[in-house]
């Protein structure tokens, strides 16, 4: 029953968030904005097309954005969506989570510059350096995390258990909090670290990096950021969520409505900042990685 | 053991015969690969036998050539694991030789290169049985010089010559600190025997033979900052040469840092944490100059030094242990260090000679030169995938398994799962190996790009041709090797459980840590690893067959690259190696210190301009260089002694002798 609620999640969440994101930008611009269905139906319409391919590529163009998808999912069978464990967890399966990221970064960083375009070289650039600077900052808070549910499972340092931790150590859960949110913004190419609307290639890096893929292939890609950005969005509300009702399907409904919560928060921060310039990148996400380092020092021994 | 030393031998004289015969024709490189993979075969089998049975593994034969000296050899749990990466690397290398180093295409060196490379690789075989430092010395010697010799297979070019010179001294350095260290261990307890008796050590003494050994095998290892010598050395080895060496022969630094480290008496906490910060520095900083370089082969050294951080960070983890008697800390950290040591074997020598196939291919190691290898080198390409996406420690291959080893183990200094000793500190270099790891995408992500992606930037691609099938198949065997560790490390563990504990009992009093030790594949979630390495597996595999379903040739229509509207893109126009270092060579700017050669425009109508930028070697060119030039100057005078006369340098001897007769006994 947990597992099929979890699958369910994974199936139909991560692109109503998208929606969700987009409505409330929309709505603070004025605007009426698309469906709150709209990325649904863009991934439906792109799995029906045909595809424009480039000459220059070969197989490694193809095999990207299924070692993308295959690994967020993969990715998603490990991560707690609310108060139930994961369909799968093991002790170490953290590890996994985060390395199967980056496998599907690997891949399609590899598949990017396979068309040998200099823009999707700008981009995959962009992209490996922030995140290269990211995994610091998520394993400090897993660190964070780890010693304080005695655990390396995801399960059980974000699942079950956790809620009472906030009572003794607040402070270094708060700066894990903000670090990780950081992170979410940035691993999701939101603003400010990347405008998803840009129409300049020159100042994209996520939007780029998929410049050349076309039909089916964009879809996969599309549905697999997607699921990675739920990934963020469910560290994030799984450390705020206290709720534990004992029903299933009642804390499944609580996981849903926070984590759509949190992508309107991720909206209203996209409708109200700046990107910043390129250079300052790499200095906010050193800042996300002393937070959380700072977390580990404020831990209660 | 009677058969492992006969393979030894057999592998040692593998090149002898090719030696006297005719150097144009084939028939002494077939020789020579025979010998050296029957050699390695029988290696193999005895060492394996030895895994299955156990027991009493003993060779020795009283030697008057030393004074308390025999010649001792012997097999225990850290021997039998250096010595299968090494029977398995020289006979792959030596295979691969046949197509790659062909004695008709090289007639003028490719004897000597077969000549060394058994020589070498028996070397270190002997090093690493050996019971004696007597005969550890001589091991390491053989291993040291005949990998002088490879690496200067092409002396006459200036390039080759000059990293056979740097190789020479930095490994006589080595060698003399290990004088030092053996000298002194045989000072203080009274034998030549390794492993010796570590209680007559007192804690003053154990630390200097701690940081002797740390120096010594530190340089072998290439740790940093005592790596200057193993950016060139494999660069412009013949690259099956710079597989055994990268693979394999780095190791020895590492094995003989194990074993001495095995008898030292209760280790102080320093000693792990130092392991620790250096381990992080040779990860984080190696990668960092990996990703500036220009030269594949350099970048693949680069990441060799990474790749030494992190066993020492696993090795670090482990000395914590013993200092603080956690069992479980001395089996991950160990684990982790001695299958990333396998690991490492497998996907860098898998790396190397694909780098020899293009190489071969297209007589250049400048990236820049390259791209859209691909397609005219598919299998090459593919291997260097499974290589690259293995020394990322990406799963499902076999890098992960060792670094998800040293990272349980690292977050277990929080005191997880048990409460107990905890050393928080020690936990810091988790996020370390993330960068690390991070930093391992970005740099091979850009490699495969600027190799073997987009389009060729120069006509040397052009008429580029896949690699021979002696030079695939060992490919395929060590891509074999990456995906099949990976996949079932399950039975890759108990082969080194041995090596664990011979590292842990060694030590005065560690049978009470030894007997805590459990099975590595008890304690580590190998089967969640194996299960879920197959469903990603299962699920690429769906998903390829949708996604080419979908991508039939009908469904499918070309075009060019898009180019935000410019339809006439050249080769040119692509990013670089150079361009996509570029932000991460910035922000390590303070370590690398790159030189950057960039015209001043003043004019409003600048004619014409050049932009030139290289990262060199900081620790060589800016520290070791105007070191030892400023130490020539001051010794001048010495040069008075060397006359290049024969009676004067037999006066000298003369002097020394009566010298010698007058000392006071």
């Known amino acids: 029953m947990e597992t099929a609620i979890h699958l369910l999640t994974v199936l139909l969440l991560p692109l109503v968030l998208r929606g969700v994101i987009n409505k409330t930008k929309a709505a603070f611009a004025g605007r009426v904005g698309p469906p709150l269905l709209q990325p649904f139906y863009d991934v439906i319409r792109l799995a029906q097309k045909d595809s424009v391919i480039s000459e220059t590529t070969g197989w490694v163009f193809r095999a990207g954005p299924v070692v993308g998808l295959a690994t967020v999912l993969l990715a998603s069978l490990l991560a707690p969506f609310g108060r139930e464990s994961a369909p799968v967890s093991f002790s170490g399966d953290v590890f996994l989570f985060v390395y199967l990221l980056a496998l599907g970064r690997f891949f399609m960083a590899i598949a990017s510059l396979d068309t040998g375009s200099a823009f999707e070289g700008m981009g995959v650039t962009r992209e490996l350096t922030f995140s290269a600077l990211a995994e610091p900052a998520l394993f400090f808070g897993f660190l964070v995390m780890a010693s304080l549910s005695r655990s390396l499972s995801l399960s059980e340092m974000l699942g079950e258990s956790f809620g009472p931790q906030w009572q003794t150590s607040s402070a270094s859960l708060v700066l894990v909090l903000v670090s990780w949110f950081i992170i979410l913004l940035a691993e999701n190419s939101r603003i400010p670290f990347d405008d998803p609307n840009t129409h300049l290639e020159l100042t994209m890096i996520h939007e780029v990096i998929v410049l050349d893929h076309s039909g089916p292939a964009l879809a996969m890609i599309l549905y697999g950021a997607s699921v990675k950005l739920l990934l963020f969005c469910s560290l994030i509300v799984q450390m705020l969520s206290p709720f534990d009702s004992g029903y299933a399907l009642v804390d499944a409904g609580v996981f849903v409505v926070e984590t759509l919560v949190l992508a309107a928060f991720i909206g209203v921060i996209e409708s109200t900042m700046a990107r910043l310039r390129m250079p300052d990148v790499p200095r906010l996400l050193v800042t996300a990685c002393v937070l959380s380092a700072f977390g580990i020092i404020l831990l209660p021994h | ?665």
């Open chain 2, 1 to 665: 053991m009677n058969l492992l030393m006969a393979s030894i031998a057999m592998i040692a004289v593998s090149g002898l015969p090719g030696a006297v015969l005719d150097k144009r024709r084939l028939g002494g490189q077939f020789l020579a690969t025979l010998f050296s993979a029957a050699g390695s075969i029988c290696g193999l089998y005895a060492v394996g036998r030895w895994l299955a049975a156990g027991g009493q593994s003993d060779l020795r034969i009283p030697w008057t050539l030393v004074p308390g000296a025999d010649f001792h050899v012997g097999l225990d749990g850290l021997s039998a694991a250096f010595l299968l990466p090494i029977f398995l690397i020289s006979m792959l290398g030596s295979i691969y030789g046949q197509g790659y180093w062909r004695q008709s295409e090289h007639a003028e060196n490719g004897r000597k290169l077969r000549l060394f490379y058994g020589l070498c690789a028996a070397g270190m075989a002997s090093l690493v049985v050996a019971r004696n430092s007597v005969v550890f010395l001589f091991g390491w010697e053989v291993m040291a010089l005949g990998a002088f010799m490879l690496v200067a297979t092409e002396d006459d070019q200036p390039s080759v010559a000059e990293a056979g010179w740097l190789y020479l001294v930095a490994t006589h350095a080595a060698t003399l600190t290990l004088f030092g260290l053996f000298g002194a261990l045989w000072a203080i307890c009274g034998t030549f025997d390794l492993p010796a008796d570590g209680s007559k050590l007192a804690p003053a003494a154990a630390n200097t033979v701690f940081v002797l050994a740390l120096l010594g095998f530190g340089f072998k290892a290439g740790i940093m900052p005592l790596h200057v010598w193993l950016p060139s050395a494999h660069a412009n080895a013949p690259s099956h040469v710079s597989a055994l060496m990268s693979g394999v022969l780095i190791k020895m630094g590492v094995y003989g840092f194990l074993r001495v480290s095995s008898f030292l008496p209760e280790p102080p906490l320093w000693w792990g944490g130092l392991l620790l910060a250096l381990g992080v520095v040779s990860g984080v900083i190696g990668l960092a100059f990996a990703v500036a370089q220009q030269d594949f082969k350099r970048l693949l050294a680069y990441s060799s030094i990474e790749n030494i951080g992190i066993i020492f960070i696993a090795t670090g983890l482990a000395l914590l242990g013993r200092a603080t008697h956690r069992a479980d800390w001395v089996l991950l950290g160990m684990g982790g260090a001695v299958w990333h040591v396998w690991n490492h074997a497998l996907f860098k020598a898998l790396l190397f000679y694909c780098a020899g196939s293009v190489i071969h291919a297209v007589e250049t190691r400048e990236i820049n030169l390259l791209g859209g290898l691909g397609k005219r080198m598919p299998w090459t390409a593919f291997c260097f995938v499974v290589g690259a996406t293995a020394v990322c420690g990406l799963p499902p291959l076999n890098g992960f398994v060792s670094e998800f080893l040293i990272y349980v183990g690292l977050f277990g200094t929080l005191g997880i799962p048990d409460a107990g000793a905890t050393l928080p500190a020690a936990a810091l270099a988790a996020p370390g190996l993330a960068l690390i790891g991070a930093l391992a995408v970005a740099c091979y992500a850009t490699a495969m790009a600027g190799i073997f992606l987009g389009a060729p930037r120069s006509s040397r691609v052009e008429h580029a041709h896949e690699a021979r099938w002696t030079m695939l198949a060992p490919m395929f065997a060590l891509a074999g090797g990456c995906v099949f560790v990976g996949l079932a490390p399950g039975v890759v563990a108990p082969a080194i459980d041995p090596a664990i504990a011979a590292w842990t009992s060694a030590a005065p009093g560690g049978s009470e840590l030894a007997a805590a030790l459990i099975p590595l594949a008890e304690r580590a979630p190998l089967g969640w690893l194996s299960a879920l390495g197959l469903s990603l597996v299962a699920m690429l595999a769906l998903g390829g067959v949708v996604l080419a379903a979908r991508l039939r040739p009908r469904f499918v229509s070309s075009s060019v690259t898009w180019g935000c509207g410019y339809v006439a893109p050249t080769a040119r126009m692509q990013y670089t190696s150079t361009s996509f270092s570029e932000i991460l060579t910035g922000l390590f700017r303070w370590a690398l210190g790159p030189r950057v050669n960039r015209p001043k425009i003043d004019e409003l109508f600048p004619q014409s301009a050049s932009f030139a930028s290289s990262v060199p070697d900081s620790v060589l060119e800016r520290v070791i260089r105007p070191g030892l030039n400023w130490i020539a100057e001051r010794i001048l005078w010495f040069r008075v002694f060397q006359q290049g006369n024969v009676r004067a340098y037999l006066f000298y001897m003369f002097a020394a002798l009566v010298l010698l007769l007058i000392w006071p006994h």
